[in-house]
């Protein structure tokens, strides 16, 4: 709903401007990939796919570039940090697992991913060419060919934005900015000693995903259609809604899919088989977190998986647990 409101109101395409004028135009993939790199270290990944979704798709309708390249850009810098660099609880576990220290975890996750993360951006530029897709003003998708005089220029750019009534930057932004701030406060006092107190419950309440994008919500509304018929606001939120009814009902297929499969043990057993195949040690766990991460879903549980599996036989494989346990980070980011 509030990407709906954000997509009408003209606010999103406002914030692509702002960062298009900020970090300068044929950059964009850079600025979702590092975006989507830092956000997703305080900040669950599936929390900051919705709320950077808009973005995506005003950033691809005023520069002309397809929407698939921004997306996976965004989409790469997420889910690097979000598997592999501590708090975010998959690579939080692997560290316990193995018993490897947090920061050491911290310090590899975010070296490995560094790279991982340029080549990704690459590969993003280079899709974004062969798979042109770009979103037309009725929610409909165009894809065509690609040809370079479909990208526009600062100067085109300028004069587009100068023709549009947009709104403020601020209330723009707000519906984006306070949701993370929210999470991110209740990341950092989840790590702290502090759990009790009103303090504690309030940031604790506030900054739970659900809370702080209804948040979120609430912003867009009154900040950026406080002024439109009632019937109109409610009409865009019931589209949002239902655009995404068939995104819910596949989550939710997969998740039921993926308790079966924990429940049942399947998981377990196709973890045992990996471990006595003839391959170099290393690659047990990375393989072990993929084939989890293929069947359901969550990285959490993948990565939790595959380190709990080769927890008592990293000794005996004589491989190093701080890179068993990324091992089994970067598995999880494995055909997401």
Partial sequence: MMGGILEKSGAAEKLAYSLI???????????????????????????????????????????????????????????????????TPGPLTAAGRLNVDVGQMILMGAALSIPMLIVGIFYSKWIGTKIYQIPAENGEYIRKEYKKEYLKSMEELEKIMGEKKLPSLWNSIAPILVPLLLIFAKTVIDLTSIDSGMFYEIITLLGAPIVALAIGTTLAVYGLALKSPKKEVLGIMDNAIRDTGLIMLITGAGGALGNVIKVSGIGDVLGEVVLTWAIPAILIPAIIAALMRIALG????????????????????????????QAACIGAISLI
């Fill in 298 to 325: 969550s990285a959490t549980v993948a990565i939790t998986t595959a380190a709990s599996l080769t927890a008592p036989l990293v000794a005996a494989l004589g491989i190093s647990p701080l890179l068993a346990a």
């Fill in 21 to 87: 004028k900020a970090i300068g135009s044929r950059k964009e993939e850079w600025a979702l990939g590092v975006t989507g790199w830092i956000i997703s270290i305080p900040v669950f990944a599936d929390s900051a796919v919705v709320i950077f979704a808009p973005l995506c798709k005003a950033l691809s309708r005023v520069t002309g570039k397809s929407l698939i390249g921004l997306a996976l850009a965004l989409a790469c810098g997420l889910q690097l940090t979000h598997c592999m660099v501590p708090p």
